[in-house]
């Protein structure tokens, strides 16, 4: 029987990228099922939530005023800000439980919080941009036309800001088991987030005097050159700087990476003070 | 290559930190199975989840270059929600099986887990053996260097654990265990190197056997019991001028002691039998048969026949037991499944040889008993009625010649004798005859010394091997 020890030595000689590749992919479909799997119609709820934030939000624009916002149509502002920001709160409070809602799967030498982490960023990202992909093209045929300003620039906008989400993500996968009041906490940190994120008002909006205190936000940042970058002839405020938001999410990448480094054995190791 | 160098492994209790390990320093040879023993709570599991990988030490570390299975415990690690299937596709998906190999493994994981339409349910739905039995077939899926057996080997039925056997031997070959049980049995049959954890130590012996001596308590003291006195009703028989010899009575006692001794033992909850389950209970039926204690014997083989279903000699005696009895049907119901599973029995031909004598179809009879014979030509019983029938059909001559034949090989049994005398007679060889049945009488009259010493080793045997 050679060829069941052969398959014995593939299993032991897969390549680091191999083994990531498939845990990956193993954890991706069990949260998939997870996500989706217990409820009917599971499919139909992932863009519930961001479809809600929006229709709220049109619905209070068109009590108070009318026409566009700084250039482009209320509606597609809304859905701009709200996708975004939906994606960076749910990264953060899901990775809180990284570990915890798992310890069945760390059963298997192969599987660690990271590769959880991993699979579970994969998912959000691929549930807003399937929202997204979807989302777009309907307003664009509801007659709430938009213009694309530079895709690439939007490329590096996108990858500058799920960086800075991974950095954080991380570090609540390691604060989540070593912290238990997190999960209470951390929630209720993000919620005033929505107000000063510009969600709902472009920074142009704001008076000059004023934004300076809101500036230190790289989700501000981001959400503004998001819409800088996909929208032709969105006025943009002039104190938005993309390298403000690179250095961000270098600077949260960095720490997210070393601090799970540092304690990628303690999170998982039994007798530990948790 | 398994070496450890300086472990240290601790839990932190409420207010004291626990040491599980302190500074270990081991090596294991290439090539070894591997039996893990020791108390509850000694560290068993730890010690296979750090090797395993999925728990890390204080300090120290684990050198291998090998690859080790998952722990396979009792809860298994899945999630509860999904079905048995689905959880093996993702754990497939974990150790990145391809989509055709993954198919063809799942049937296989399916039928030797043994819980049929329940793999398609959520895993919630299982119990604790169950999930274990399917954590089990799973790993069993892939090639590791290691299983790691994590008192797995102690759910499931006898069909369960054959299959789990014969599944860890064609992969014996390329891969070994590490088994944690409390079962000793268990572990004799798979683990050549014994580890011993108690009291945060862990010692390597080169033999099992040696570190099961140094973890089991002595052998229990066993106490003689004072034989109830004569009852009411026995008064006046001539039971109380019986006088068996002193050498016989020091026989009883200790037949008696260790009786006592082995019913005690089975009364406790944590019992352990270090040999064949089946054959262990058989055996005690066998003794209780032969104390002539019928009931018991029943109540013996029917446990043996819990653990193995298909345990020949359990059935084989049943059928006799059943026969003294004249328990009709369950003898019937008894040797046909015999026949069944060993159409070659000579319990199962002597008792369809009996049948046809009945009926008087002799030809029939004596067609069996040449097979019986051509198998097992010493076959006392089967002698015995092959004489029998040789004088029924007037070969007088050659049943004798026979009948003489087993009386040379088992001149202990009365009725042989009296066998001998009829064909004697019937040659008008009375003389002969009447000394056959003297013979045979002053057989009957003469204590059976040897059968109860027989008793006695077995008894012995039997109390050895059971442990708590």
Known sequence: ???????????????????????????????????????????????????????????????????????????????????????????????????????????????????????????????????????????????????????????????????????????????????????????????????????????????????????WNPLLHALELFRHAAFEGYQVSPEVSLNFLFWSALLSLTTGLVVYRLCRVKIVTSGTIK | MISIEKLTKSYQLKNRRHYVFRDLNLHFPEGTNIGIIGPNGAGKSTFLRLLGGIDYPDCGRIRTDKSFSWPLGLQGGFVRHMTGRGNCRMICNLYGLGREVMREKLEVVKSLSGIGHYFEEPVQTYSSGMSGRLGFALSMAFDFDYFLIDEITSVGDAHFKKLAKEALETKARSSKVIMVSHSMADLKKFCDLGVLIKDGKLTVYKDLDEAISHYLPGKPQISTVATSGPERDLQGLFLDDVEISQGMDSLWQEIEGLLHSINQKLALPNFRIEQNIAGFFAQLGTVYFQLNDWQKAIHFHHRALSDNPDFI????????????????????????????????????????????????????????????????????EAQSLKARILFEQEHVEAALHLQANLLKTHPETPAYYLQLGRFLAALGRYEEALKAEWKAASIGSSFPEKKYQSIGHTLGNLDRSLTF
Not at chain 1, 26 to 35: D, K, Q, S, T, W
Not at chain 1, 36 to 54: C, D, H, K, Q, T
Not at chain 1, 95 to 117: H, M, W
Request: aromatic residues 12%.
């Open chain 1, 1 to 215: 029987m050679n060829t069941e020890e052969a398959k014995g030595e593939t299993i032991r000689r897969q390549s680091p990228w191999q083994i990531q590749r498939a845990v990956v992919f193993g954890v991706f479909n069990r949260e998939l099922a997870n996500r989706f799997g217990r409820f009917s119609l599971g499919y139909i709820w992932a863009p519930l939530e961001p479809l809600l934030y929006i229709t709220v939000l049109s619905v209070i624009r068109t009590q108070l005023a009318s026409g566009p916002i700084a250039g482009i149509h209320p509606v597609v502002f809304f859905a701009s800000g709200v996708l975004p920001f939906i994606l960076f709160q749910i990264v953060q409070v899901t990775s809180l439980s990284c570990v915890e809602s798992n310890t069945g799967l760390f059963n298997y030498q192969r599987v660690k919080p990271a590769d959880i982490f991993a699979a579970r960023f994969l998912l959000e990202v691929l549930i807003i941009l399937t929202v997204a992909l979807l989302l777009f093209p309907c307003l664009y045929f509801f007659g709430m036309e938009f213009v694309l300003n530079d895709f690439l620039y939007l490329l590096v906008v996108s990858v500058l800001f799920l960086m800075f989400v991974a950095g954080l993500g991380l570090i609540c996968t390691v604060m989540g088991p070593f912290w238990n009041e997190s999960k209470k906490i951390l929630p209720n940190f993000i919620r005033p987030f929505f107000f000063i994120s510009g969600i709902f008002f472009p920074l142009s909006d704001i008076p000059p005097e004023m934004r300076e205190r809101l500036t």
């Open chain 2, 313 to 380: 000699p359990s059935l084989q005696q049943l059928v006799v037991l059943y026969g003294h009895l004249g328990r009709k049907i369950d003898k019937k119901v008894t040797l046909e499944k015999l026949g069944r599973l060993a159409p070659e029995n000579p319990r199962f031909l002597v008792e369809k040889t009996k049948k046809c004598l009945a009926a008087e179809n002799r030809e029939e009879a004596l067609r069996l008993l040449e097979i019986l014979l051509d198998s097992h030509p010493e076959h006392p």
